[in-house]
């Protein structure tokens, strides 16, 4: 990449979530303020059309055009042209996973439902023609019923209608399904001539409905009997097929024009991991928008477009160099920031209080191996069912195996999958190529080869004797060199794209409600059963990531924000104070379990207190109102509702325990009634304990994130406190009105650090430090990075690295595992406190801190730290 191209990486991105109550001129309208703090590039969750009132964006309806909900296009150009005014980029959002299964709004799959295999997008989506169900051959498989097939015939809930174009349709609730043609569906009765006639018994109903390319189902029977690709478990998103030439172009002709003209800058991809060829897909991606580049206007023809994949990456997983992307949106670094800002001197008084508590001794990894077979055994059904059809059919047709029973490859693929690390392996085509035509990464293939001979051991050890020969076939048939598209192919694209889904289902939406030893490390993107990481190890993980990757601490989708972390990683090191804190408050608590004996497990009850240490508000001041204290045990009974039911122990989202519900609802009213002697108070006053090193870490983290290799990405809302729960609560609008106005202060860091509690000292140093980076870009983008080396007794409590390219050079200083140094009530740890601690520092010259101001002198090869943190915990030093 040359020094031209770089001109196209961003120097930090504004994550904002698009939708009718937040719209492009919203956006708009917040332009100055993003300029103002140093944002070089808005980041647009999806613009297409989604389904109506739809908070997010990722159920499109149709690809090929801009969200009129949103303001169309002319409300997107008109953010675009605001944007570059004030020098800023686009980024935006793009799903080619998969498209809303709505027949009402998407009229790909509406055209599905009425043409069958003859539709023009009939292989547009993942759809299995060839069902081994001969009720489901050469039909799409619909299950929107909210009773049982034959009670909704007999309900009337059925009836037909004419729309617009005067076309016969089967109404259902608010749907509308294309009826094919047929006699009686083509004349108007004399009596109700806008009125079709219908059948009028649940018989005729059901010859009708044979008649359809689809086959109408109640929807229960998805998990089972889809035969269709969805996203995870959702049966409304339906898997596309990109691995097609038309697919591809079809999906992408708005991004390519959009990119061509100049209105956009760089892609993020959703779920890559959900495709039949990731890497084939990306490559090809890269490829059509650097043969546009050369066309877009002015100096846009020069600049790199910017493309970051949503990747989970496991732990020591690289991302692989041939996909030719800038890398990923950041969920890895999310991990080892908060990792290495963690103390690993508190997990075994951690692990008493969970074991003793929860009363489960299980591990991270074995809870996640039960999560996992909980979902291939009640969720995934269908893949699950779908994948060992394929490999029998296999079977079948091949004499040599005709011995392998289609119960061993079901005892082995599952034994398989419940030992796969990652999300997928990416074996594709290695003989005749990917799907692009590129030949295979060696690395990556070795990579592949490793992971699945490992995992395929720990299976062994678990099967029979045929069940083994039944394992042999399957790891042959994920290695199989057969392109997409041929029988072995395919059938080696189904087994890979099971492992996304049942490592997502069963890890963060399962795995993460059962074990909550400390849920700061439940994030997504984590490894729960890794509480912290060495300093080494970040900057190991640090050095090895691509440098124009995303670098994320707060997204749409995390699971707590960014500073409830940050106040619960202090948990980690006040071990002992959190263990006798959770004691009392049980104590107080018994009368009230024991007169509902129905009410919270330990389990549950830990990730509570947990839950409402981490959300509770810096300032309590801002719960003086009724309405406040309201507010908050709103947002914690929603996210204890979603714990439950993701966790899968007491009901489900398809099978609620409204018992259990109750008496865990009723649980979190008691903890701040009398007869619990203010336990929700005592919370509260433990987190304003927390506080000040609270604090301290979350500014650590954001300085680590503005300055580390990469491009920083602020999910909107959160350049002050972000104390937010997992979605929808995290998707919630920011008061842009009050960022503003906290932005424009110009107080000073002395005010900002005694009024930490507001956030204004967070705010201030995104500012300071992205204000820094806009004039040097060259150092941020391309400079190289190393660890500096602390020494002296409180060593231990200093990160640090510099970042250097040509003659100027910048040192980031943070302090971390501080709470048994911090002030009473100020984020920082004292002066004083830091005796001989310094810094290795090469002579040349004396520093200046970034944020400060402050000059810093050189002795004798090192920098004091003393002198660099005398008044704040973080700093940016440079020279040159």
Known sequence: MTDLDLAGVPRATARMQMHAGFTFADATALVPYHAALGISHLYLSPITCARPGSTHGYDVTDCTRIN???????????????????????????VPNHMAADVTHNGWWRDVLANGRDSRYAHHFDIDWDSRDPALAGKVH????????????????????????????????????PLADSPSM??????????PDAPDTPEAWNALLERQHYRLAWWRTAAAELNWRRFFEITELVGLRQEREEVFEDTHALVFRLYREGWIDGVRI?????????????????????????????????????????????????????????????????????????????????????????????????QVRAGRERILDRHLMTEFGGACGRLYARVRATPELRDITLAALRHALHALLLQIPVYRTYYVGAAAGASDGASPDPAGTAADDALLDAAAERARATLLGDEQ?????????????????????????????????LAAKGGEDTAFYRYGRLLSRNEVGSDPGVLAISPEHFFARLLARPRHAMLATATHDHKRGEDARMRLAVLSELADEWRAAVEAWEARMAPVLAASPKGPDGVDRMMLYQTLLGAWPADPRTLASEGAQRDLVDRVLAWQTKSIREAKRHGSWTDPDPQYEAACEAFVAALGAGEADGVLERIGQFAHRLGPAAALNSLSQTLLQLTAPGVPDRYQGTETWDFSLVDPDNRRAPDYERLRA???????????LQHWRDGRIKQQLIRAVLQFRRGQEMLFTAGTCEPVVASGDMASHVLAFSRQ??????????????????EPDL??????????????????????????????AVHAGHLRIRDVLHQLPVALLARG
């Not at 390219?805 to 911090?822: N, P, W």
Request: net charge negative; aromatic share 6%.
């Open 827 to 856: 984020p920082r740890i004292p002066a004083q406190c830091w005796g001989d601690t310094a810094l290795r520092a090469r002579d040349g010259g004396a520093w200046v801190d970034v944020l400060t101001g402050r000059t810093i």
């Open 186 to 195: 083509t004349a108007d009765t004399p009596d109700t001539p806008d009125k």
């Open 142 to 177: 619909v299950p929107i019923l909210g009773e049982r097939y034959w009670d909704t015939l007999k309900s009337g809930a059925l009836s037909i209608e004419r729309d617009a174009e005067g076309h016969a349709v089967l109404r259902y609730g608010e749907q509308t399904l």
């Open 68 to 94: 009129p909900e949103l303001g169309g296009e002319e409300g997107f150009y008109t953010l675009c042209r605001t944007a570059r005014d004030a020098g800023l980029g686009i980024v935006i959002d793009i």
């Open 805 to 822: 390219c040509g003659g100027l050079e910048t040192i980031t200083v943070v302090t971390r595992h501080a709470a048994r140094h911090v």
């Open 742 to 752: 906290q932005c424009e202060c110009t107080a000073g860091w002395s005010h900002w």
């Open 270 to 366: 959703d779920h890559v991991d959900g495709l039949a060829d990731p890497a084939g897909y990306c490559r090809q991606l890269r490829a059509r928008l650097d043969a546009l580049r050369p066309g877009r206007p002015g100096e846009q023809a020069r600049m790199h477009p910017w493309i970051v994949i949503e990747k989970i990456l496991g732990e020591d997983e690289p991302l692989r160099a041939d996909w030719q992307t800038d890398g990923t949106t950041g969920y890895d670094f999310m991990n080892d920031v908060a990792a290495v800002l963690h103390h690993k001197r508190g997990e075994a008084t951690l692990d008493a209080l969970w074991h003793e508590i929860g009363h489960d001794t299980r591990d991270y990894p074995a």
């Open 469 to 501: 020969v039944a394992l042999d076939l399957i790891v042959a048939s994920l290695r199989d060199s057969s392109p997409i598209g041929t029988p072995a192919g395919d059938l080696r694209t189904k087994l890979q794209q099971i492992m996304p889904a």
